[in-house]
């Protein structure tokens, strides 16, 4: 039986897909345990299917999303911003206020973003804005910040405490969630590799089967 009303989990999310492939056994670890954890897709991807109507797109991203988000037990909202422009839209549409409000309201005492060495800009920007975000919020109101790795193998900030998790028993369930985005089964082959890799050798760390790792930064 799970536990309630541990407490509350952030995650920022690029795109529709993110949050599992960075983060995923992790965030099935903490909902099994009874933390609410909830999902800030920053876009819907609609760039990933040029030859589709904006809108067709963004309603199949949508509902891959909450499939996976479904499997995960967590909630997700999307922020719709536009790829390769979310720090002008963010600075545009008043979305850190939104944010803002969003931290208050929910008080998470963990927050997951993107890492600043992912090559990505959208997953940069994401974590621009977490840093933005951070330092607008009072003191007492700040969670601890984490990050997590798509497209970047190999991390070199190894000057923050590092948080390994161990996600043998969810790393199934991680891998169902992922298979909720058919529309994304070739562009996420190399983070596929990568997360298969990773998972491996954190949990070589942990002398375990599969694990996932974050650098807490704040």
């Known amino acids: 039986m799970k536990n309630k009303n541990k407490g509350a989990v952030l995650v920022f999310s690029a795109h529709s897909d993110d949050f599992v492939i960075g983060a995923g056994g992790t965030i099935a670890q903490y909902t099994r345990l009874g933390w609410k954890v909830h999902i800030v897709i920053f876009s819907y991807g609609e ?4 030859w589709l109507k904006r809108g067709v797109i963004k309603k199949l991203r949508a509902k891959e ?10 909630t997700i909202q999307f922020l719709d911003l536009h790829e390769f422009s979310f720090w002008e839209d963010y600075k545009r549409k008043d979305v850190k206020e939104l944010l803002l409000k969003l931290i208050v309201r929910q008080k998470p005492g963990k927050l997951f973003t993107h ?3 992912d090559p990505h800009p959208d997953h940069h920007a994401v974590y621009r804005i977490t840093e933005d975000i951070y330092q607008a919020l009072p003191a ?3 969670p601890e910040v984490y990050t997590y790795s798509i497209w970047n193998p190999v991390s070199f900030k ?5 948080m390994y998790s161990r ?3 969810t790393f199934k369930i991680k891998l169902r969630a992922l298979r909720s985005f058919p529309s994304q089964r070739f562009h996420i082959i190399y983070p596929l590799i990568l997360l298969w890799y990773k998972a491996i050798k954190d949990g070589l760390k942990l002398r375990t089967l ?3 790792h974050f650098f807490r930064i704040r």
């Open 115 to 117: 890492s600043q060495e």
């Open 47 to 50: 760039k990933s299917h040029p």
């Open 167 to 169: 996600v043998t028993s």
């Open 65 to 74: 999303a909450f499939a996976a988000a479904k499997i995960l037990h967590c």
């Open 158 to 162: 190894t000057n923050f405490p590092v």
């Open 210 to 212: 599969f694990g996932e």
């Open 140 to 142: 007492i109101q700040r």
